[in-house]
Structure formats: structure tokens, C-alpha cells
């Protein structure tokens, strides 16, 4: 229950008497904000965030600098890295003023910086659709909107002339390089030891110097280099050699992902790989800038000033306190939560933002007048809120129950046998779908409930069917002890994926076929479902064509009618490969409606072709040439391409591959 305010709902004082006593409280804020802003053109943000804490204390909910200070604070956060008290910050100023721009597109950075991309999207658009839009803002949509879509973030374009880089070249780097906030992963190796951890795309030579310190404190004094795209290793000192660094490591990915057809597939950056190496003394490691290690200590100063204000928060009022004790988390607990986060899917912290923009709501009512007709409308809103939130739990409950199973299915296919784990596997299938019901029996309309009863039945099918490829684990290190590139890692994943494919399929056996049959059409029936429970517009939108190469428009909507048809498109290829594979019928039918519903979808005609291409009767299928995309003529010169290999020879090269794999 919320705390009741003292003073009551605070008014406008417009009476004369009360003039000079609002000129002091003008001048004082005036001041204070001042203050503020110098403090955190000094980079002090602890102090810059005192300063907006004594000067929202001065003035009432509506006052019209309210939004500017609340957005102050959460730019403090942001540059502390505070990114879900910045979403807090942001969320005030726009209660107070709902377009503001920069509330925005600070609170889109801070939910990006999360992993929050829907959220994100949502903040930009609108940004977008008020006259604050710049170049950066339609960027940002665009980059949120392929993130979405599963594709790879685009590498930096560097545009040069023959004299050099222009002036506008490197305002188009600085600007992809502020708009680069994504997480990625690094693992840090020293002697026979390796660390992993997490770090966004503007980590400073200074904090990756701390954090390797931290995990390897008892290593003396480090030098930190990293593998360039030629093999060698380059010294880190200073945030521009890590840019650098992040950026081979993406358009290695990039480059290697246009190699490969197929279906879509989830977003995913080899990590940056940094060997730090034992220096004789501490005046042997490179210092960082003074700029950056300046700035890492504010950053330092404004976190303890932020734990400080919540701690004093949670203290309750005239009422004598014990200290209380202070916990630290442990660095593997977070490298866990983002590792969980990016293999799953499943966002823990999505129900607290349900939770609290539904309290949010809730809290607004109650501080109007009970008879006021302007209170139900928002009581409405926060039911509405609160109701997606129980909605939203019971689905990542249920989402959790589908990984450990997914788990338990990957040991079964190391094993080579799943009948150790089946009844935990089913066990944990269960669990998962009577979570997804019971989302569904409190939003009767959760899209999202409906499509996870359907991938539970998807896998089930799988498992029934015997269905089960090993998961691809290749190692980042070569027979001559020489680290892979991000590019050949890239490659090896590829090829071993389509390898232990190969390899799951031969195993099937008809009897399997056959007890899949009605989980496959279950499957399918709840993903028809969930399309039902779409709005009727969404249903009804045009689906654009999509081409190859070709990035979505920055007005662009993603399409949910659209990727439910790829998802049961998936199902169907699946299932035509299990019953190609033991050689029964109707599997050609089963792929010919998948391409149907890719090509429906807007799918790009050459990923079309490449999955009918993988599948493992493409000499039995009539897959269609691309008229859209002329052949280049063969440059002059160059050897023509080697005929396709046999069937037996390409399977055998496969299973080499596979077992090069493990």
C-alpha cells in the first residue's frame, strides 16, 4: 500500500501573499539546477544527481521543470551505468510531460543497454513521430527493428576517399559508434585459464582493466591484448583499440553469416576474445587515459551515491535504524543472468516493469479525487497492467521449465539416448505447457501463451520422433594451438550444425514418425490459434516483401501475422525432413506448403531456396531459380566453380566434419 502524503494533494498557490515566498523557491531551483549541470559537465555525477534530488524536493508533481530534472537524473544513471534506475527517472518525466523527446530516447537507450529491445522500439517510434526526430533517431529504430527480426547488427561503413577518411566519414563513425550500446560477450584467457564476462559496446580501456582485475586478483599486474583479423596481437590502451576490436569481431560475424543461407536465426556475436599476458611490473602495463580513468571513478562515485539514496529510501521515518548490512553480487551471478537471458529468451526483469508501470498507474488514480470521472479510466489502466503482469510471470515460468527440458534433451543427445532423462524431459514439458494455460486462463487473449503451447508441442514431436541432433560445440582453439578466428568459428558452427542434422535423421526409424504425427498437428493447431488472437488489424496488415540486403523502412512495423507463418513453416520443414528421412510420404507436400508460407511471410526468395537446398531430399525437390536476381557474369580469368559432390561423398565429408566438431 502506498504511503499517505502529509501535506495532502498539492495545489498551484496562486494567492499574492504567497509571491515572494515563490520567487525564493524559483531562485533556489534556478540555482540547483545550475549546480546540477555543471557537476555533470565535470563528469560528478553523484553530486550532479544531489543537486536534481534538492530540486525536484522544492516543487510540486506538475511543475513544468519536473520532466527536465527527472531526465537529468536519468543521465546520470545512464552514465553510471544505473540503466534500470534511468528507465525509473524517465518513466517520472513522462508522466509529467507523455511526448517529452528526450525522456525518450534516453529511456529507449537504457532498455536497449537491458537487452529490452521491444520496449526500446516502442520509445524510438514515438520519438520518431514528434518533431525532435533526427538522422541517430531513425537510426536507432532501424537497428531495433533488425534486432528484433533476428538479424545481425550491421559493422560500422567507413566512408573514405583516396586521400583519406572525409569529414563526413567520421561523423557517420562517431554516430554508429554512440549508437552501438548492445551487450557482447568477452572472454578474458590467462595462462590455462579462461573468464567470461559481460560488457556494452562503449566499455572504456579503464573499466575492462578493473573488471580483469577483479577476475584474476591474485595475477599481478596484466597486459590485455586482443587477436586482429591478421592474426596478431594488439595491445589494448585505450577505448578506441577495443572499438576496434568489437568491430572486427562483428563484421567477421556479419561476413561469414552472408555465406550461409537458410532460415532466420537468432542474433548472435562470437565473443571478443582478449589474452591478457603477466607483466614484469605494474610500470610495464600500458596506464589507461586520464579521461577514461576519470571517468570510471565518477562512475564509481555516482553508483555508491545511487545504492546510498535507496538505502535511505527503504529506511522508514523517525524510527531508529540498525545498520544494515550490505551485499555485494557476485560477478558470476550477473555473467549468469545475461548468458540465461541471451539462450532463452526468457526476460527476468520484464514482469517487474509490468509491475511497477502498473503501480505507477494505480498510484495516479488514487491521488485524484475518488468522485473524479478522470480516476476509473486509470484504475482501468493499471488492472489492464497488473493483469499482464500475473500473465506475464506464469509465461516465463513456463519458459524456464522449456529450457531445463531443452537441457536435459542436449545431454540425451550427447548420450546418444534419452531414456535416463525421458521422464524428466516430459516431466519438464508438462510443467512448461500447465504454466502457458494458466497465463492463458488470466489473459484469455496472450498471443504469447497460445504460440508457446504450440513450440512445447513442437519439441514434444521431435522427442517422440527420436529426432534428437547433437548441440554443436567446436572448440575456438586449432589443432596448432592458435585461437579461431570469429569468422572461422562462424564457418565450423555452420557445418557442424548441418553435420549432426545429417547425423539425427539417419538414426529415425518409422514406429517414431508415427507417435509425432498428432503432436505435430497439435503444434500446429495452437499456433493457428494465436494467430486468431491477434487484432484483427495486424492480421489484415500488408506484408512487405523482403529482399536481400535490403534493411526494413524506419516507419516499418514488425509484423507478428507474418513470423507466426515462418514458425509454422519451421514446423512443417521439420517434419518433412523426419518423414523423408525413413522414407514415407507426404513429405514432400509437408516442405512444399513450408515454402508457400516463407514465400506468404515475405521472406527472402534466396533463403527460401538455401533451406529446400539443406534438405535432405533437395535432389527430389522442384526448388525454384531466382528470377529477381540475375546471375553476374563469371569474371574473366578465374577457374569456373567445382561440380557438386555425390551424395555419399557430401555425407561422408559431413560426418568428418561432425566429429572434427566435437
Given at each position: 500500500?502506498?504511503?499517505?502524503?502529509?501535506?495532502?494533494?498539492?495545489?498551484?498557490?496562486?494567492?499574492?501573499?504567497?509571491?515572494?515566498?515563490?520567487?525564493?523557491?524559483?531562485?533556489?531551483?534556478?540555482?540547483?539546477?545550475?549546480?546540477?549541470?555543471?557537476?555533470?559537465?565535470?563528469?560528478?555525477?553523484?553530486?550532479?544527481?544531489?543537486?536534481?534530488?534538492?530540486?525536484?524536493?522544492?516543487?510540486?508533481?506538475?511543475?513544468?521543470?519536473?520532466?527536465?530534472?527527472?531526465?537529468?537524473?536519468?543521465?546520470?544513471?545512464?552514465?553510471?551505468?544505473?540503466?534500470?534506475?534511468?528507465?525509473?527517472?524517465?518513466?517520472?518525466?513522462?508522466?509529467?510531460?507523455?511526448?517529452?523527446?528526450?525522456?525518450?530516447?534516453?529511456?529507449?537507450k537504457a532498455y536497449e543497454n537491458m537487452g529490452h529491445y521491444k520496449q526500446a522500439l516502442s520509445d524510438v517510434q514515438k520519438a520518431n513521430k514528434g518533431p525532435g526526430a533526427t538522422p541517430e533517431t531513425q537510426e536507432a529504430e532501424k537497428r531495433l527493428k533488425e534486432l528484433l527480426a533476428g538479424k545481425r547488427p550491421a559493422g560500422n561503413n567507413t566512408l573514405a576517399t583516396a586521400n583519406g577518411t572525409t569529414a563526413a566519414a567520421k561523423k557517420q563513425q562517431a554516430r554508429q559508434q554512440r549508437a552501438q550500446p548492445y551487450v557482447f560477450q568477452a572472454k578474458i584467457s590467462l595462462d590455462d585459464e579462461t573468464r567470461s564476462m559481460h560488457m556494452t559496446g562503449q566499455v572504456t580501456y579503464a573499466e575492462l582493466q578493473h573488471a580483469v582485475r577483479d577476475k584474476f586478483p591474485t595475477a599481478g599486474p596484466l597486459i590485455l591484448k586482443y587477436l586482429d583479423k591478421e592474426g596478431d596481437l594488439?595491445?589494448?590502451?585505450?577505448?578506441?583499440?577495443?572499438?576496434?576490436?568489437?568491430?572486427?569481431?562483428?563484421?567477421?560475424?556479419?561476413?561469414?553469416?552472408?555465406?550461409?543461407?537458410?532460415?532466420?536465426?537468432?542474433?548472435m556475436i562470437p565473443p571478443l576474445r582478449i589474452h591478457a599476458t603477466r607483466a614484469k611490473s605494474e610500470a610495464d602495463v600500458p596506464p589507461p587515459p586520464v579521461d577514461e580513468e576519470n571517468q570510471f571513478q565518477q562512475i564509481i562515485a555516482a553508483r555508491k551515491y545511487i545504492a546510498e539514496q535507496a538505502l535511505k529510501q527503504q529506511t522508514k521515518k523517525d524510527e531508529p535504524q540498525e545498520p544494515q548490512e550490505q551485499y555485494a553480487v557476485d560477478q558470476w551471478i550477473l555473467?549468469?543472468?545475461?548468458?540465461?537471458?541471451?539462450?532463452?529468451?526468457?526476460?527476468?526483469?520484464?514482469h517487474l516493469d509490468l509491475q511497477t508501470l502498473g503501480w505507477d498507474k494505480c498510484t495516479a488514480a488514487m491521488e485524484e479525487a475518488i468522485s473524479s470521472d478522470k480516476a476509473e479510466p486509470i484504475f482501468k489502466a493499471a488492472a489492464d497492467k497488473f493483469q499482464e503482469v500475473a500473465a506475464t510471470g506464469m509465461l516465463q515460468w513456463g519458459n524456464v521449465h522449456l529450457s531445463m527440458a531443452r537441457k536435459f534433451l542436449d545431454d540425451a543427445a550427447m548420450k546418444g539416448t534419452f531414456k535416463d532423462l525421458e521422464s524428466r524431459i516430459k516431466s519438464e514439458f508438462d510443467s512448461a505447457a500447465a504454466k502457458y494455460k494458466e497465463a492463458l486462463g488470466i489473459k484469455t487473449d496472450f498471443y504469447d501463451g497460445e504460440m508457446q503451447l504450440g513450440q512445447v508441442d513442437f519439441e514434444r514431436a521431435k522427442l517422440a520422433a527420436g529426432f534428437l541432433p547433437e548441440p554443436v560445440r567446436v572448440n575456438p582453439v586449432d589443432e596448432e594451438g592458435k585461437t579461431r578466428s570469429p569468422e572461422k568459428m562462424t564457418e565450423l558452427v555452420h557445418e557442424a550444425h548441418q553435420a549432426h542434422t545429417r547425423k539425427a535423421l539417419k538414426a529415425l526409424k518409422v514406429d517414431g514418425l508415427e507417435r509425432s504425427k498428432a503432436l505435430f498437428a497439435a503444434a500446429v493447431k495452437h499456433y493457428e490459434d494465436a494467430i486468431l488472437l491477434l487484432p484483427a488489424e495486424e492480421r489484415n496488415k500488408p506484408i512487405k516483401q523482403q529482399i536481400a540486403g535490403e534493411p526494413p523502412a524506419p516507419d516499418e512495423d514488425i509484423n507478428f501475422y507474418a513470423q507466426s507463418l515462418v514458425l509454422i513453416g519451421n514446423l512443417l520443414y521439420e517434419q518433412s525432413q523426419i518423414t523423408a528421412a525413413v522414407d514415407q510420404d507426404g513429405w514432400k507436400d509437408m516442405v512444399t506448403k513450408a515454402a508457400k508460407l516463407f514465400k506468404q511471410a515475405g521472406c527472402v526468395s534466396g533463403d527460401i531456396k538455401a533451406a529446400l537446398t539443406s534438405h535432405i531430399k533437395h535432389e527430389e525437390i522442384d526448388i525454384p531459380q531466382d528470377a529477381e536476381e540475375p546471375k553476374k557474369e563469371a569474371v574473366k580469368g578465374l577457374p569456373s566453380l567445382a561440380p557438386k559432390k555425390k551424395k555419399a561423398e557430401g555425407e561422408a565429408t559431413a560426418d568428418k566434419q561432425a566429429a572434427a566438431a566435437e
Open positions: 500500500m502506498a504511503k499517505k502524503k502529509a501535506g495532502g494533494k498539492v495545489s498551484p498557490v496562486n494567492s499574492p501573499a504567497k509571491t515572494a515566498e515563490q520567487g525564493d523557491v524559483q531562485a533556489q531551483l534556478s540555482n540547483l539546477r545550475d549546480e546540477g549541470n555543471k557537476h555533470f559537465g565535470a563528469k560528478d555525477y553523484a553530486k550532479a544527481l544531489e543537486s536534481y534530488d534538492k530540486a525536484l524536493k522544492l516543487i510540486p508533481a506538475t511543475h513544468q521543470d519536473k520532466p527536465l530534472l527527472h531526465s537529468n537524473k536519468a543521465a546520470c544513471h545512464m552514465m553510471a551505468k544505473k540503466y534500470k534506475e534511468a528507465t525509473n527517472e524517465c518513466t517520472a518525466a513522462l508522466e509529467v510531460a507523455p511526448g517529452y523527446h528526450k525522456a525518450l530516447t534516453r529511456r529507449a594488439v595491445t589494448i590502451t585505450d577505448r578506441n583499440d577495443l572499438q576496434v576490436a568489437l568491430k572486427e569481431v562483428v563484421e567477421s560475424a556479419d561476413k561469414a553469416a552472408g555465406q550461409h543461407g537458410g532460415p532466420r536465426l537468432p542474433n555473467d549468469f543472468a545475461n548468458l540465461f537471458r541471451e539462450q532463452t529468451g526468457v526476460d527476468p526483469d520484464k
